[in-house]
């Protein structure tokens, strides 16, 4: 009898260890950007679907029918638990990221691709040990392509073009860009850009080609200054809350990483590329006047932004991380080297 009962023992508890292992998790994601929005239906959602996948059913990502929080607090959103899993800026709160501007300097960005799959093992290697993901679980950091600037007044063809004009700005390294180049900078969100320009709150616009067009805003704009290597770009986080990760089972963790990481920056990084390249002839089409910077506006631009680089690399040296190091394994992976 005390066999059997110790059999019958055994069996309850191997039962309830199956049972950890095959727990049903739903990741609650807080849906900020239209459904047809290119990014969520060629690359985020076939990557819920991917979940569903390789964790046979067991972990689904449920889309919220209305944002959880304002963009600017989508990693505050996981990080306190209101949502478990968002997609954001990390621009959309200056300051908070420092070490996340690298990948944001003027004049070094390729293409999406090339330069999400850099950064991915760069934070791997350098910024996630740093501290740079606090509280939550990374599922990758990625790229968009670089980043110009678009106005509606006047071509940009001399340094004082940029005097007078208000530009809207994506993060805060493009806001002191502007403001170093003559323009006033103005901080809102990707989501108001038209209502801004609509109201001649700004004059114009820090964005990429296919923006204009995912956005629906082309018809105000005229001017596209197209600047070697960007004028900007954008760091992007997909993130989890670290406790509603911990609940998923160790197996179906490893198996969700195994297409996220550096897997998922390649694919989101194609899939916006791929759109960005689409949309440069698609801006000349609607008559925008595309114009790249050189002679004595290239210097200048040069002479205003250069420094940008020095400034960044001795703000992460503070935080106890080598610049000059991040920067060069960056640029030597992404083949950005200006």
């Known amino acids: 009898m005390k066999r059997i009962a110790f059999g019958a023992m055994a069996a309850a508890v191997t039962l309830a260890a199956n049972g950890v ?3 049903e998790v739903t990741l609650r994601y807080s849906e900020w950007l239209p459904p047809t929005y290119f990014m969520n239906e060629r690359g985020l959602y076939p990557y819920f679907e991917e979940i569903e996948r390789v964790t046979e059913g067991r972990v689904v990502v449920e889309k919220s029918a209305a944002p959880l929080g304002p963009p600017p607090r989508n990693y505050q959103l996981a990080l306190d638990g209101i949502a478990d899993i968002t997609w954001g800026l990390h621009g959309y709160t200056p300051g908070t ?3 996340s501007e690298m990948v944001e300097l003027p004049f070094h960005s390729t293409d999406a691709e090339k330069n999400s799959v850099a950064y991915w093992r760069v934070f ?3 910024l996630e040990p740093a501290g740079m993901h606090p509280g939550v679980h990374t599922l990758t950091v990625h790229t968009q392509p670089p980043g110009q600037l678009f106005n509606r007044v006047r071509p940009i063809g001399a340094p004082g073009d940029f005097q007078g004009l208000k530009i809207r700005s994506t993060n805060s390294g493009v806001a002191n860009a502007i403001a170093r180049l003559g323009a006033t900078p103005v ?3 990707v989501t108001e850009m038209r209502e801004a320009l609509e109201k001649g709150i700004v004059d114009g616009v820090s964005l990429t080609d296919e923006a204009l067009f995912n956005f629906h805003i082309q018809e105000f704009v005229s001017y596209e200054m197209a600047v070697p290597g960007g004028l900007y770009n954008a760091s992007m986080f997909l993130v989890v809350n670290e406790a509603k990760w911990n609940q998923i089972s160790p197996e ?3 198996a969700i990483m195994s297409i996220s990481g ?3 920056a390649r694919k989101l990084g194609r899939v916006w590329q791929d759109e960005q390249d689409a949309a440069v002839q698609k ?7 595309i114009s790249v910077p050189e002679g004595e506006l290239l210097d200048y631009l040069h002479e205003q932004l250069d420094s940008l ?4 690399v001795e703000k992460v040296d503070a935080k106890g991380v080598d610049g000059a190091a991040v920067l060069k394994a960056y640029r030597d992976l992404s083949g950005s080297d200006g």
Not at 283 to 289: E, F, K, L, N, Q
Not at 309 to 312: A, F
């Open 21 to 23: 292992h095959a727990q």
């Open 97 to 99: 990221f420092p070490l």
């Open 124 to 126: 791997k290697e350098f």
């Open 187 to 189: 901080g809102i969100p």
């Open 252 to 254: 179906d963790r490893e």
């Open 262 to 264: 550096e897997t998922l």
């Open 283 to 289: 801006a000349r089409d609607a008559g925008i006047d």
């Open 309 to 312: 680089e020095t400034e960044l």
